[in-house]
T-cell receptor, first 114, second 112 residues
Framework: NAGVTQTPKFRILKIGQSMTLQCTQDMNHNYMYWYRQDPGMGLKLIYYSVGAGITDKGEVPNGYNVSRSTTEDFPLRLELAAPSQTSVYFC?????????????FGDGTRLSIL | ELKVEQNPLFLSMQEGKNYTIYCNYSTTSDRLYWYRQDPGKSLESLFVLLSNGAVKQEGRLMASLDTKARLSTLHITAAVHDLSATYFCAVDTPNTGNQFYFGTGTSLTVIP
């Protein structure tokens, strides 16, 4: 029972490079989310999706893009990486009606931009 | 914008003592979630509170929700070292398009 799987776990990027953070879930959840967590801080929502083909911006979407072509996958794309994007990125999902259930989180991707 | 505030931000307590973490939020909601995060780890769901007056307990932790006061509490009874972690509350509402808003977290250290 894998739950929410994120890859890679760690990554170092140079300024200006691009990369995709992968997230997949095997719980048939409709709702998926991307958060970033800066050191000693809470979680800030980057993007979320309520189903395949539907995405929406969260609190801090600038510098990121997402897509949701399948129920299982919700990749996060960083274009032109900047030092301010150094953070830990968490993907989460929840099923049923979206709310009323807690989110299941992946183990996170620790990203450093140098 | 919905705001979720926790206090205290940092809490150092001795084993065996009791304490309460508070979570205030700025808009009407009857859905409140508590999570635990160990250092360098992901978030783990602790409690889901879905109505005014809801109370949930698991071991030494008890969570409650007062939707009229827009307040949730996480009470720790007779703390043990294993409870050392960061605790987050989160709120979602029908009006926020299925978004969850997290508090800043309370970092708890239990000292032997």
């Amino acid at each position: 029972n894998a739950g929410v799987t994120q890859t890679p776990k760690f990554r170092i990027l140079k300024i200006g490079q691009s990369m995709t953070l992968q997230c997949t879930q095997d719980m048939n959840h409709n709702y998926m989310y991307w958060y970033r967590q800066d050191p000693g801080m809470g979680l800030k929502l980057i993007y979320y999706s309520v189903g395949a083909g539907i995405t929406d911006k969260g609190e801090v979407p600038n510098g990121y893009n997402v897509s949701r072509s399948t129920t299982e996958d919700f990749p996060l794309r960083l274009e032109l990486a900047a030092p301010s994007q150094t953070s830990v990125y968490f993907c989460a999902s929840t099923g049923g009606g979206g709310a009323y259930q807690p989110q299941h989180f992946g183990d996170g991707t620790r990203l450093s931009i140098l | 914008e919905l705001k979720v505030e926790q206090n205290p931000l940092f809490l150092s307590m001795q084993e065996g003592k009791n304490y309460t973490i508070y979570c205030n939020y700025s808009t009407t909601s009857d859905r409140l979630y508590w999570y635990r995060q160990d250092p360098g780890k992901s978030l783990e769901s602790l409690f889901v509170l879905l109505s005014n007056g809801a109370v949930k307990q698991e071991g030494r932790l008890m969570a409650s929700l007062d939707t009229k006061a827009r307040l949730s509490t996480l009470h720790i009874t007779a703390a043990v070292h294993d409870l050392s972690a960061t605790y987050f509350c989160a709120v979602d509402t029908p009006n926020t398009g299925n978004q969850f808003y997290f508090g800043t977290g309370t970092s708890l250290t239990v000292i032997p």
